[in-house]
């Protein structure tokens, strides 16, 4: 019984994370470099939720739409403008990049709002009680938000044009460009759908937690695991290691205390990929 | 002034420290170490330990903890040999944060995050706080400039040479027939070997360090500092380590005269001058202040082994 | 609200900017006396940072337009300690060796403190803390330190006392890791001990987690009939949502500077029903804490806020009672003016028209009666519980 309840556990922190994870390994699979500056958007998101709750009154549905749309269309503006000019020296000096420029956008978030914690103006609900195991509704609604996401994620990227190109691209830049496939504007598009979703899942975050600048910056290393674990690059591999990094943090607490979660996350990161070096699910984009 | 000129001035030559170690596994064998904040934590501890609860001289210290975070770095080499760029940066990254972690909650190695107050600095007491950090200048200049030399005819080095093959191409400098692994864990004995050995000089400067300090914000200092002066090459990373000092500690000399800001404004407005400044050195400079200049090659693209993606 | 706030510290800031550039009264000449503040503005601190920077400039403000002190007007340099030990230490050595400041107030995190203490006793510089680890006062200090926040014992026996009061006997303490996380725990189970309870489980957990189901699950095993939550105000925010969820309703202990008012705002009022908390105080009519509120524009401030306040009123009464702005001339004079037989003064204004009338003086803040050992901690303070009704915290007693 213990261990069901923390495997369920396990699950419901899990899918907090796998939303971030999912925009992470998108703009991986399409522009080849981990995008740390998913931490801020993550944060704006949960700001752009935060007001447009709290100050438009908005219930939580329309709420996460601000959320990822405000995340998205930032995303969108800092790749154009900061990122992609810096793609040409590199992935690595990219990837560096982004972390500075997280931190810029984490502190103008910080000059606007300050400090100080703030929370949105929703209510909190007991958790189900289903034969002894304990579910909290905001969590199953995140998986339901996940699950969701990945399929709207597959529709589009099976069954649409733009999408069939982001494949392209992703699969292979070269011959996409060749095939006359405007590499810009799917660069454009995986920013603003990864970034969107990154705010997307700060709002989640921050239902569970609290709003203040450091909502992303709290949850990067675990989503950056998970992306990993995954495999960099698929989506639904960013949905599994999101649960494997969930589940494992909470079964290491059969043997060790719980202030050694993220040790123990990371020592799984290293089993996994000890066996599999790119990632649960590593092998495809999509 | 010249006082704290004179401690930013050992804060960079730490720094540059530790950008000279990062350059051999990062700038010269292209492998992505996120986990440089946890080899300087190894440093750090060792000597402290060693100096503080079992009485050894500091130099003595100072050697062991330079040796125990080169092998930390053999082990760490070991364990991630088949690892490239994203997943070795997770992993490595990982290493840093268990280190931080372990040294939290085992309050019996170090005083957990009490941390280890006291450590010896040489002829502390004798020369006063500002003759101490004028002759730990010195200290560190000397300990730059012989780590520069080092590192200068490893570069030009056979193995140096190697080191930026597996860069380039891995696959071709196995098929020159040499031993890649070999390599590669030689290559994070040396770099973490010089983390170590700055994270043992850190301790003995300020004489306290504790598991916060090892926060991944000090590795993304050095990352920046070694991108921004020019990855691959060793004048780079020392301009870079400076450079990356001169913005954190100049910046607040600027906010003041900023008006009509509150204290958080400020601190805000003060991180993301440090940011843009950076950014825009990668914008303007994309190979860095001094660009490496031994052969002519590309920048690494340790991501590209990382592609699975087959259709 | 929070808009209003903030329009009212930018116009405290524009306030202090326009006495700053007038030429005024006595102090027209006289080069302003610099005070070093070093708090978190950014990272894991800086939801507390900014609560204490206002208070002391507030008092700071009080006192300059009563004519400062020694005919000088007081001048904050403040620095942001990034919650970051080696951050931390870079600013010190701004403060001290470029603004010359003779003292630094407001460090916040344990790790911070012990790294910047070094660095000011060094350059025989003043600090005041509110660093709760045990440790602190422990360095070789020389007397350069002094902190306003209990130690772990001073504090847990207090609140031991008072969780004994409400006929708890079995306490699950669930705290974050940090150096008073231990001792705490420790000297709550010494007490609860004596009065035929314990602590019967003690989870210690991560920061930056966003969820602690399965701790408090384990805390929950050992069947407790009190909670005692020792962590801040993130963490403990998560844990409250959690223990809702779970339908806990035992009763919960929190850290008074994890559940201010502010903090109490973010949250249903459901969540937060029923916690109490504890904080160093002064009595209750005390017109140190009123005066504090006052000052403020609050109904209730938290133990920080009151602490701080303490620091800048200390700061400017050393001075004045020494007749030198230096960190030894604090070192040696803060014990004449915070304790003693001298006459009791509650704020900054009134102890410098008593030390100007020639008075001795002995300053009894709105954190307590700051009195301090030779060490640097204080030797005794009332605690000021309260209890959250309907989302407010509510004045409970005073022990």
């Known amino acids: 019984m213990e261990v069901l309840q923390l495997i369920l556990n396990g699950l419901m922190a899990g899918t907090v994370l796998a939303v971030p994870a999912i925009g992470l390994t998108a703009i991986f699979a399409v522009l080849r470099f981990t995008n740390f500056a998913l931490a801020s958007h993550m944060t704006i998101g949960a700001f752009a939720g935060f007001i447009a709750n709290t100050t438009f009154g908005l219930p939580i549905v329309p709420a996460l739409a601000a959320a990822f749309v405000v995340a998205g269309i930032i995303g969108w503006m800092s790749d154009e403008f900061v990122l992609r000019p810096l793609r040409a020296s590199g992935f690595v000096t990219t990837a560096i990049g982004s972390i500075a420029l997280t931190i810029a956008l984490e502190n103008f978030v910080r000059f606007g709002f300050g400090n100080q914690m703030r929370g949105y103006d929703l209510p909190l609900r007991r958790d189900w009680v289903i034969s002894g195991l304990r579910v909290s509704p905001q969590q199953f609604e995140n998986l339901l938000i996940a699950i969701v996401v990945v399929a709207m994620l597959f529709a589009f990227l099976s069954m649409t044009r733009t999408g069939k190109a982001m494949r392209a691209v992703a699969d292979n830049p070269m011959l996409a460009s060749i095939k006359g496939i405007n590499s810009d504007m799917v660069a454009r598009l995986v920013s603003f759908i990864a970034m969107g979703l990154a705010g997307l899942g700060g709002m989640l975050s921050g239902l569970d937690t609290t709003i203040d600048p450091l909502v992303g910056f709290r949850t990067i290393l675990s989503v950056f695991a998970a992306a990993v674990v995954g495999g960099l690059g698929s989506i639904p591999g960013a949905v599994v290691g999101a649960l494997v990094i969930g589940v494992g943090e909470e079964l290491s607490l059969l043997v060790l205390t719980p202030a050694y979660r993220t040790a123990v996350g990371f020592i799984a990161i290293l089993l996994v990929l000890t066996f599999r070096p790119r990632g649960i699910l590593g092998q495809r984009a999509y | 002034m010249e006082h704290y000129l004179v401690a930013m001035g050992v804060t960079a030559g730490i720094y540059a420290l530790m950008a000279l170690g990062m350059n051999v596994i990062w700038g010269m064998a292209g492998l992505i170490n996120l986990g440089l904040v946890g080899f300087f934590a190894v440093g750090a501890y060792t000597s402290g330990i060693l100096t503080l609860k079992f009485g050894w001289p500091i130099l003595a210290g100072i050697a062991a903890g330079t040796l125990v975070a080169s092998l930390f770095g053999v082990f760490v080499a070991l364990i991630t040999v088949r690892l490239r760029g994203d997943y070795l940066a997770i992993v490595t990254l990982g290493f840093a944060e268990t280190m931080r972690i372990i040294m939290s909650n085992e309050l019996w190695i170090a005083n957990g995050t009490d941390g280890l107050s006291g450590i010896p600095g040489p002829f502390r007491q004798a020369l006063g706080p500002h003759a101490f950090n004028l002759q730990f200048l010195a200290i560190v200049i000397v300990a730059v400039a012989i780590l520069f030399v080092l590192l200068q005819r490893l570069t030009r080095s056979p193995f140096g040479r190697v080191l930026r093959g597996i860069r380039e191409d891995e696959q071709v400098v196995q098929v020159a027939g040499k031993n890649v692994v070999m390599f590669k864990v030689k290559a994070f004995a040396v770099g973490t070997a010089a983390l170590g050995l700055s994270g043992a000089l850190y301790g003995h400067f300020t004489s306290y360090i504790a598991p916060d300090l090892f926060a991944p914000l000090l590795t993304l200092y050095i990352k920046l500092s070694l991108l921004s002066g020019g990855l691959g090459n060793n004048v780079g990373a020392v301009v870079g380590a400076v450079l990356v000092v001169f913005f954190l500690e100049s910046t607040r000399f600027v906010i003041p005269y900023v008006p009509e800001l509150s204290a958080v404004q400020g601190a805000a407005l003060r991180e993301i001058l440090i940011a843009v400044a950076l950014l825009l050195i990668l914008r303007i400079r994309a190979r860095g202040l001094i660009p490496e200049k031994v052969g002519d090659f590309p920048l690494p693209e340790p991501t590209r082994a990382s592609q699975p993606l087959k259709p | ?399």
């Open chain 3, 1 to 399: 609200m929070k808009g209003l706030n903030r329009r009212k510290v930018l116009k405290l800031a524009a306030a202090t900017a326009a006495v700053g550039t007038m030429p005024v009264r006595a102090y027209a000449q006289a080069e302003p006396l610099r005070v070093g503040i070093l708090t978190p503005l950014t990272g894991a601190g800086g939801n507390d940072g900014p609560r204490m920077l206002k208070a002391m400039q507030a008092v700071f403000e009080e006192v300059n337009k009563a004519g400062g002190v020694l005919g000088r007007r007081i001048e904050t340099v403040v620095e942001d300690d990034q919650t970051n030990p080696e951050a931390a230490v870079r600013a010190a050595r701004k403060l001290i060796e470029v603004n010359k400041v003779p003292v630094i107030l407001g460090t916040w995190a344990s790790a911070v403190t012990a790294a910047v203490a070094p660095v000011c006793w060094e350059s025989k510089t003043f600090l005041m803390t509110v660093s709760g680890a045990d440790t602190i006062t422990l360095l070789p200090h020389q007397g350069f330190l002094i902190r306003t926040q209990p130690n772990s014992k001073l504090q847990a026996t207090s609140h031991g006392e008072f969780v004994a009061s409400l006929g708890s006997k079995r306490v699950a303490v669930i705290g974050i890791q940090a150096p008073f996380a231990l001792p705490t725990k420790e000297h709550l189970d010494t007490l609860l001990k004596a009065k035929g309870g314990a602590v019967v489980s003690h989870v210690i957990y991560e920061k930056d987690k966003t969820t602690y189901r399965s701790e408090i699950d384990q805390a929950m095993r050992s069947n407790p009939d009190f909670l005692y939550l020792n962590g801040y105000a993130p963490d403990t925010v998560v844990l409250l949502r959690d223990l809702y969820r779970a339908n806990i309703n035992l009763g919960k202990f929190c850290q008074s500077y994890a559940v201010p008012q502010a903090t109490l705002d973010t949250m249903p009022p459901e969540v937060s029903e029923g916690v109490m908390t504890g904080q160093p105080s002064a009595d209750v009519e005390s017109t140190a804490y009123r005066s504090a509120c006052a000052r403020l524009g609050v109904k209730e401030i938290d133990g920080y806020e009151a602490q701080a306040t303490d620091w800048a009123s200390l700061t400017v009464l050393t001075i004045a009672k020494a007749k030198e702005a230096s960190g030894v001339a604090l070192k040696e004079n803060v014990r004449k003016i915070s304790q003693g037989s001298g006459e009791k003064v509650y704020n900054a204004i009134d102890g410098l028209k008593a030390i100007a009338a020639g008075k001795e003086i002995n300053y009894e803040g709105a954190s307590g009666p700051c009195d301090f050992t030779d060490i640097g901690d204080i030797s005794g303070c009332r605690f000021r519980y309260m209890k959250v009704a309907k989302g407010k915290l509510e004045f409970l007693k005073l022990v």
